[in-house]
């Protein structure tokens, strides 16, 4: 079984940054593909960023096109750790973040394909 726990979600202003950290226990991590979702109050799961070890630096990201070029994904294996940058927010991006893991290594976009699930922290982008 993982554990998976999200922290760093919190109140900022549009064009602010947060960063969001994604805790997971055992040693599975580098054999397991990471992703991050969000969910507002009446609306789907969406898929936000995702990303899979390739080796240990090295890893393969993928972001939803509404986010490409304002978030960054990462991972940190030695601390068994996912991190989601979120720079230039925008009031749309209030949601609820989640933390999400899979066995395998291949990133998906749709939420049914993670067994893994963190709590969730809060992001709020006021305008």
């Known amino acids: 079984q993982v554990q998976l726990v999200e922290s760093g979600g919190g109140l900022v202003q549009a064009g602010g940054s947060l960063r969001l950290s994604c805790a997971a226990s055992?040693?599975?991590?580098?054999?397991?593909?990471m992703g991050w979702f969000r969910q507002t109050p009446g609306k789907e799961r969406e898929f936000v960023a995702g990303?899979?070890?390739?080796?240990?630096?090295?890893?393969?990201?993928d972001y939803a096109d509404s986010v490409k070029g304002r978030f960054t994904i990462s991972g940190d294996n030695a601390n068994n750790r996912v991190y989601l940058q979120l720079n230039s927010l925008k009031s749309e991006d209030t949601a609820t973040y989640y933390c999400?893991?899979?066995?395998?290594?291949?990133?998906?976009?749709?939420?049914?394909?993670?067994?893994?699930w963190g709590p969730g922290t809060q992001v709020t982008v006021s305008s």
């Open positions: 990303i899979t070890p390739i080796r240990r630096n090295v890893y393969s990201a």
């Open positions: 999400a893991g899979r066995a395998g290594l291949g990133i998906e976009s749709l939420p049914q394909e993670y067994a893994y």
């Open positions: 055992g040693r599975t991590f580098s054999s397991f593909a």
